[in-house]
């Protein structure tokens, strides 16, 4: 099948363009408003933008709390979501109004950042703190804006919880990260293999 996005008349029950594009990681962004109402949202818009600097960004659908808080304060924090917090996770994806607290409505612990005045997950396996670089509209190819508020940050600080840690790496088996597929399906990251990049030289010997 092929069919083109301007139409977007594929023939299908539901959309596939979010299955195609994943698993996808869970930002679950902790902020604080400019008055100290604590917030807490999973995005799965989500990802690793640069190593160096260690950048990353969410991206929202509208300008929610989660962008306009990030934006106005100049901070957020980013919490692994494990398999074990997914219904916490899920709980506080929910819609609620403003100056509500998702960490006490999802029955988590909420905790000052080291670097950034803003709230991570205690109970997360790891948390990025982050100071905003910037906030944005992307555009489509008719130069006008998406609906989306785009959210990049540089992580200045990470905490990671020392039962994580095996080996010298962050184990995944452990951490189970959680991720968004198409739909409403998720999957986890716990069941790994490891693949090493090929080596040029060996690959002109094959």
Known sequence: MFYTTDTNRHGLAHDPYKAIISPRPIGWIGTKSKDGALNLAP???FNAVSDRPKLLMFSSAGYK???RNA???GVFTTNLVGRALTEQMNMSSVDAPDGVDEFELSGLTAKAGELVDAPYVDEAYAVLECRTTDVFRP????GQPSENWMVLGQVVGIRIRDEAIRNGRLDM???APLARLGYMDYC???DTFELFRPEWEAVKRA
Request: aromatic fraction near 10%; charged fraction near 25%; avoid cysteine.
């Open 65 to 67: 709390h989660s962008a």
């Open 43 to 45: 995005y799965s818009f």
């Open 188 to 190: 986890d990251g716990g």
């Open 71 to 73: 934006e106005e304060t």
């Open 139 to 142: 555009k489509g190819l008719d």
């Open 173 to 175: 088996a452990l951490v």
